[in-house]
């Protein structure tokens, strides 16, 4: 193979690659009636005028299986964290006792449940579509050096590699959409 092929396959996996990383952390924000502190990953705070990722001003932390809490560095910032937790959209209710902030999360419903893993599918097709939208990308540049020269088998052979790459990947989101749901759907 050439090495414009190779070049253009490894970038593809890159990509590819990229995608995965991306469906795995849309995938934590999505709970599954336990209770975990990357739930709370996405939460950002207004510390001293700016936006702060939670993790960096306050400990998070697992009690149960149902409560996380939430240990200020700062006293002062428990109610910039309740609002930020609010402002989230996370559907959790912050509670604050003076010294640090209670997270209940609530038993999911089997509704709840099959929304969530709708969700969880719909993230597994949008990795889905950039993993396609690679493989075009990648064929489309493979077809450009065949016009300029590269044999037929040669073009053939990248195609082939790509397909294979885009198999490869298209099966580990359905791997990782089945491991979600299966997790969602346990009580």
Wanted: hydrophobic share 35%; proline share 3%; no cysteine.
């Amino acid at each position: 193979m050439t090495e414009e092929i190779q070049f253009a396959l490894d970038e593809a996996k890159s990509q590819m690659a990229q995608a995965m990383e991306h469906l795995s952390s849309e995938l934590t924000k999505i709970r599954a009636g336990k209770a975990n502190p990357s739930m709370l990953d996405s939460v950002s705070v207004d510390y001293y005028g700016s936006m702060t990722p939670l993790s960096q001003v306050a400990n998070v932390s697992t009690i149960d299986a149902r409560t996380i809490t939430v240990q200020p560095w700062e006293k002062a910032m428990l109610d910039e964290i309740s609002r930020g937790i609010i402002n989230s959209n996370l559907g959790l209710n912050p509670q604050n006792n003076g010294e640090v902030i209670l997270i209940n999360v609530p038993a999911l419903t089997e509704e709840r449940r099959r929304e969530l893993v709708k969700r969880a599918k719909a993230e597994g097709e949008t990795a889905k579509i950039s993993v396609r939208n690679q493989r075009k990308s990648t064929n489309d540049f493979i077809k450009g050096l065949k016009d300029d020269g590269l044999s037929e088998d040669m073009a053939k052979r990248g195609e082939d590699e790509v397909q294979k790459i885009v198999d490869v990947y298209s099966k580990k989101v359905d791997d990782l959409i089945d491991a979600k749901e299966k997790d969602i759907m346990t009580v």
